[in-house]
């Protein structure tokens, strides 16, 4: 097939971790910053053909995983509701909140489904006059377009009963926090190649000129991410801190701008929490006040305040707004893996008391989380289909 089959041609990948090696003088870390590009690597074993000297981090690359708890409770909240159709994308489901995950709504009568397009969310509320159809707008810029076309026909249809639970976050200024940090591990890093087929590559040079670090927009594939790793090593090398776009082949530099008409027409930029690494601004979108009658926070008002679970949080790590964090009831440390500062075998609860059926964070719930990822691939005792 192609684009795909050539980039993961294993004859293909000797010649670039040799070009890896060659390049490399002194150790690098380089963080990728997609859940997509952390399974590649995980799953084809690229960060253990990569010479000692580089380090790969994995960052918080996973819409899902980083959906603040506070917002999963408001989805519980508005789901429980007799009235209301909650429509969202599989993954959400068993993303746990302070005590529930929509399966449990689910289970206990509310309804809850699974779509495919938000778009397949307001047919539903077409044919459905009478419930109040909800779609969990979650994710990156990269799927931004598509909720704010679906809220855009709402309104030009006259389709009252149609909102959304907004939970967009925007993937530069997360990444801005960690290159602040007072103990930054990060050289270098990989762009996520599906946001700047959106977005473009232009939000992240003042990103590389302002923290002298090299970004490389880069895809998917084996050898998408050894290219951009490769070229990642020769900008650290040589002492640059340039913006380069391996992805070439779906990333333009000025994006979709198409797209991007539409997510300025509906959404505007607001500040998020990000679970796992706290309040970050200016890094989420919400609904502008034409659309604000699809807005289903504003419809329903939350019942009362929600406290986070202190399991989502990490261990004593200062969030961005400079409070400490409270230490981990229990021993899952999700924040730190969303931050890149530990790998998940470092977290005691991964593959003993957090698995995928029992799942204590959300970085092992989704399919692009890196725990997720660690316990298919890497466990002594994977399984079948994961050879």
């Not at 776009?245 to 539409?262: D, I, K």
């Amino acid at each position: 097939m192609r684009f795909i089959d050539e980039y993961r041609d294993a004859r293909r990948v000797g010649p670039y971790v040799e070009a890896i090696r060659r390049a490399v003088s002194r150790p690098w870390s380089i963080m990728e910053v997609c859940g997509g590009q952390t399974h590649a690597i995980v799953r084809f074993g690229l960060d253990e053909l990569l010479p000692p000297e580089i380090s790969l981090l994995h960052g918080p690359g996973c819409p899902v995983c980083v959906t603040p708890i506070e917002l999963i409770d408001r989805a519980l909240e508005i789901a429980s509701r007799r009235e209301v159709t909650f429509c969202s994308f599989g993954d959400m489901l068993r993303v746990p909140g302070s005590s529930d995950d929509l399966f449990a709504v689910k289970s206990r009568g509310g309804d809850v489904r699974v779509v495919y397009s938000p778009l397949d969310a307001l047919a539903l509320a077409e044919r459905l006059p009478d419930r109040e159809v909800v779609f969990f707008a979650v994710g990156f810029e990269t799927t931004a377009p598509a909720n704010a076309m679906a809220v855009f026909e709402a309104r030009r249809r006259g389709v009252r009963n149609f909102s959304l639970l907004v939970s967009h976050v925007l993937v530069p200024p997360a990444m801005e926090v960690i290159l602040r940090a007072p103990d930054r591990r990060v050289d270098g890093f990989l762009a996520a190649g599906h946001v700047c087929t959106v977005m473009g590559v232009d939000a992240y040079r003042p990103l590389a000129a302002v923290h002298r670090v090299p970004i490389v927009v880069t895809g998917f594939e084996p050898i998408d991410i050894l290219q951009g790793i490769l070229l990642c090593v020769r900008q650290l090398e040589e002492g640059r801190a340039e913006v380069e776009n391996q992805y070439a082949r779906s990333v333009r530099e000025a994006g979709n701008e198409a797209a991007q008409r539409m997510i300025r027409e509906v959404f505007e930029v607001v500040p998020r929490t990000w679970r796992g690494i706290g309040p970050i601004a200016r890094s989420g979108l919400g609904l502008r006040a034409p659309y604000a009658d699809h807005d289903a926070e504003r419809r329903w008002a939350p019942s009362g305040d929600v406290e986070p679970r202190a399991s989502d949080q990490g261990s004593g790590r200062r969030a961005p707004s400079g409070d400490p964090e409270p230490r981990a009831a229990i021993p899952c440390k999700s924040g730190l893996v969303l931050q890149g500062i530990i790998k998940p075998p470092d977290c005691p609860a991964f593959g003993a008391r957090c698995t995928p059926e029992t799942p204590l964070g959300a970085t092992m719930v989704s399919a692009e989380g890196a725990c997720a990822a660690y316990y298919r691939y890497r466990r002594a005792d994977p399984p079948c289909d994961s050879r």
